[in-house]
């Protein structure tokens, strides 16, 4: 049986009209791939919308099970009209939550990885000719906890089916047409590529391309699966191959960061667990590193005497020669570089937020 996965995000969902073309596109596909797996994002702003709930009712308490709760309903509300879209059209469909499948995961609430993942009901469904629509970016705890696998997870969650389904390819469906030398919303010369490695695609992900999630990319590397990003609006175009044998990529990414300070090293024998350290320095002011954002309740649980700065935003060449990124990243006009971030294949600089969009076009005039 070959199986294709196929992930929606949420601005493909946004809406009841968007429901009806991803069920269009769902049942045009059936006629030339009849076994498929579908996973579904909430409908674009949902999960903003909850996650702002729960920081005015609950905001210093940080990850935990109860925000996992309620984090994770929005799938729930498009998985549900999705299924019913597709029977509305004749096109067998259930729906799933992520711990009815299951996908078992541990509890790093708020970003939890997958242990287990059932496949046999899904297979069951398939078997009887019926759509699986699963809700993404949820889990459950061996204790019956319902978890989160962080923002973007959705994209984990199909890659993770597509792997204990043994699927020939998992396909994202996304609102660009693959994968860019960056966001075409803000560069419109910005050009896309035919595909790209897992390890490229990493690189920009964790460093802020929005196409596709970190986590998902590391398990299609480590089971194998082929991952084709594509547009929802035309799904008949080329789009973007992720996969081991491809090329390596330039690119100009962007992400949210904080600049933390301490007044002396933190104690070695403490675990920074599960936080991104972008880079660090040591100075007669004290110990001074980046994190990304959505780190905060990490660091500041582990150490609480870290003070940091507002948000800013790190804007990152990824993958270009060293001359053409120090010419790319040499006095912008009018921008001012606060911190400076240079690792093999990658120069990075921090800005204040305003400044990001008029850094990322200066520096992708370099590459064109």
Request: glycine residues 8%; contains cysteine.
């Amino acid at each position: 049986m070959q199986i294709v996965v196929k992930k929606f995000g949420g601005t493909s969902l946004a809406n009841v009209d968007n429901i009806h073309h991803v069920a269009n596109v769902i049942q045009q596909s059936q006629q030339k791939q009849p076994t498929c797996v579908v996973v579904v994002s909430a409908m674009a702003g949902t999960t903003n919308n909850l996650q702002y709930w729960c920081n005015e009712l609950g905001g210093a308490l940080g990850p935990n099970p109860d925000r996992d709760l309620v984090l994770s309903s929005g799938e729930m509300i498009t998985a549900g009209l999705l299924s019913l879209a597709l029977q509305s059209r004749g096109v067998p469909a259930r729906a799933w939550t992520g711990w009815q499948v299951p996908i078992v995961t541990n509890e790093d609430w708020g970003r939890c990885d997958a242990v287990f993942t059932g496949a046999s009901a899904l297979q069951s469904d398939l078997a009887s000719g019926v759509v699986p629509v699963v809700c993404g970016f949820q889990g459950v705890t061996p204790g019956g906890r319902i978890t989160t696998l962080g923002r973007g997870g959705s994209d984990t969650t199909a890659v993770i089916l597509a792997a204990a389904l043994k699927a020939n390819v998992c396909e994202i469906f996304t609102d660009v047409q693959g994968v860019y030398t960056a966001d075409p919303s803000y560069v419109p010369d910005a050009r896309a590529y035919g595909d790209v490695s897992y390890d490229a695609m990493l690189t920009l992900s964790h460093f802020g391309a929005k196409v596709l999630h970190a986590n998902a990319i590391i398990w299609a590397k480590n089971n194998g699966i082929p991952v084709h990003v594509l547009s929802t609006a035309k799904p008949d175009q080329s789009g973007t191959w992720i996969r081991e044998k491809a090329q390596q990529v330039c690119g100009v990414v962007y992400k949210p960061v904080l600049s933390w300070r301490m007044n002396s090293l933190p104690d070695q024998k403490q675990d920074m667990t599960g936080v991104s350290i972008i880079d660090r320095s040591l100075s007669a002011k004290g110990f001074h590193f980046l994190t990304w954002v959505d780190d905060y309740h990490a660091v500041k649980s582990q150490w609480p005497d870290a003070t940091c700065s507002d948000p800013k935003m790190l804007v990152s060449l990824i993958g270009s020669s060293s001359h053409t990124a120090q010419c790319a990243l040499r006095n912008p006009p009018g921008i001012l570089i606060e911190h400076c971030v240079q690792q093999p294949n990658i120069l990075a600089v921090m800005v204040e937020q305003k400044h990001t969009y008029d850094m990322i076009r200066h520096v992708h005039t370099h590459l064109v």
